[in-house]
């Protein structure tokens, strides 16, 4: 079992982590499967079987179609140069947990990040988590806010709504609550389920609670 602040050694895990290998030249992909391949606790596996996907490239912005839909819901570990904002924001919308720039991708390095992408521990170089917090607050700052929503996807009165409802009370408490008619209670609880492809206040609930957005 792993201790709290130690990381777990990569060929201690009960199962292999399974691992895809993306590059867009063929001898960069050979290269990353022959560090990769016979490593303790890694089983490299096609793309749409992979929990991990380590992918190498120049051109970050192209990574989407890198990926295309064989990667399912896998975890990205990144190797490249440094990337600019723009790139980054690519990166992270394309599954990135674990950023390795491409002077330290050792072997040593490689399997670290993999077991950290697999276990949640996301990883970004100093440089690189600065410019994603800067996008954060300008993301907050001129399109949530003007928006009323929150970091979430969520209104800020759809969060109040969905939080009252998971603390018990019914359509009138809230109503009451929030100062609203219980029209506007269930018109906000309509749009929020048809918006999400939910299918009933229950279900609301269990998925705000399940993805942390209350």
Not at 58 to 72: E, F, K, Q, T, V
């Amino acid at each position: 079992m792993e201790e709290a602040g130690i990381k777990q050694p990569l060929g201690a895990a009960t199962s292999p982590i399974s691992v895809g290998v993306l590059a867009a030249e063929p001898l960069l992909r050979t290269g990353l499967v022959s560090a990769l391949r016979g490593q303790p606790g890694i089983r490299l596996v096609d793309n749409s079987q992979a929990s991990v996907l380590v992918a190498i490239t120049d051109n970050i912005r192209a990574l989407p179609y890198l990926i295309g839909d064989s990667a399912g819901q896998a975890r990205l570990v990144l190797i490249s140069d440094p990337p600019q904002p723009g790139e980054l924001w690519a990166a992270i919308e394309s599954g990135l947990v674990v950023f390795v720039p491409r002077k330290e991708a050792t072997t040593e390095r490689l399997c670290t990040a993999i077991s950290d992408a697999h276990h949640g521990r996301g990883h970004l170089p100093p440089e690189q988590l600065g410019q994603m917090l800067q996008g954060l607050v300008r993301l907050h700052r001129d399109v949530l806010v003007p928006n009323d929503l929150t970091p979430t996807g969520l209104s800020s009165r759809e969060a109040t709504v969905l939080r009252l409802l998971a603390d018990g009370q019914d359509t009138a408490e809230i109503a009451a609550e929030m100062a609203y008619s219980e029209r506007t209670v269930k018109n906000i609880l309509h749009k929020l389920t048809s918006r999400l492809g939910l299918r009933n206040r229950t279900h609301a609930v269990s998925y705000a609670l399940r993805h942390g957005l209350i």
